[in-house]
């Protein structure tokens, strides 16, 4: 059974600092890892979607890794503003044939201190 | 505004109410989704719809009831539900199973 895994669970860090959220799955065999923010009481906005033949994904300030084989992900934001705080999510994909099912971490909520 | 529009954003209930959920979809897909997130438990996959068709059903109690009368539109309907049945109620869509997630804002559900 696929589990998802999200350490820390709550991070706080000031204002202008390079950070890095870490994501980790138990089986290899998935089709995409996607992260998501979700800010108080909201819904999920999607952030990146990596597909499992990539390493890596940018959209400006934010940049996604992938190791599958290690099962491990990583979100790293540069140049935190306080507008980033929220809670960061990760999900995987897992690769079985028509498997429409997302596997949730639990999520990182960040603070950015200004 | 993601494109997926959820309604009501929230929502107070006796345990004997009937009450529904509705989404909505504007971005051409054919895959729809709810999940539901309670407090310090990961998101929880409930229903997904295919092309209309129900393809996932994750154990849910039957007391929660799904409706997709076409690819745009997705209900769930509610009744006799429990206290700790409240929780957000989270909709999505995508284009097809295996894409990127889009999601409603989530609509609160507190039962009383």
């Known amino acids: 059974k696929q589990e998802v895994t999200q350490i820390p669970a709550a991070l706080s860090v000031p204002e202008g600092e390079n950070l890095v959220l870490n994501c980790s799955f138990t089986?290899?065999?998935?089709?995409?890892l996607q992260w998501f923010r979700q800010d108080p009481g909201k819904g999920l906005t999607s952030l990146l979607l990596i597909q499992s033949s990539q390493r890596e994904q940018t959209s400006g300030r934010l940049n996604a890794s992938l190791d599958k084989s290690s099962g491990r992900s990583t979100l790293y934001i540069a140049a935190s503003q306080p507008g980033d705080s929220a809670t960061y999510l990760c999900a995987v994909r897992p690769e079985i044939q028509g498997a429409q099912k997302l596997v949730f971490g639990q999520g990182t909520r960040l603070t950015i201190n200004p | 505004e993601t494109g997926v529009t959820q309604t009501p954003r929230h929502l107070v209930m006796g345990m004997t109410n009937k009450k529904s959920l509705k989404c909505e979809q504007h971005?051409?897909?054919?895959?729809m989704y709810w999940y539901k997130q309670s407090a310090k438990k990961p998101l929880e996959l409930m229903f997904v719809?295919?092309?209309?068709?129900?393809?996932e059903n994750n154990s849910v109690p039957s007391r929660f009831s799904p409706e997709c009368p076409n690819s745009s539109h997705l209900f769930l309907h509610l009744h006799t539900l429990q206290p700790e049945d409240s929780a957000l109620y989270l909709c999505?869509?995508?284009?097809?199973?295996?894409?990127?997630?889009?999601f409603g804002e989530g609509s609160r559900l507190t039962v009383l």
């Open positions: 971005l051409g897909h054919n895959a």
């Open positions: 719809y295919s092309l209309e068709e129900r393809v």
């Open positions: 089986d290899s065999a998935i089709y995409n």
């Open positions: 999505a869509s995508s284009q097809d199973s295996r894409r990127e997630l889009f």
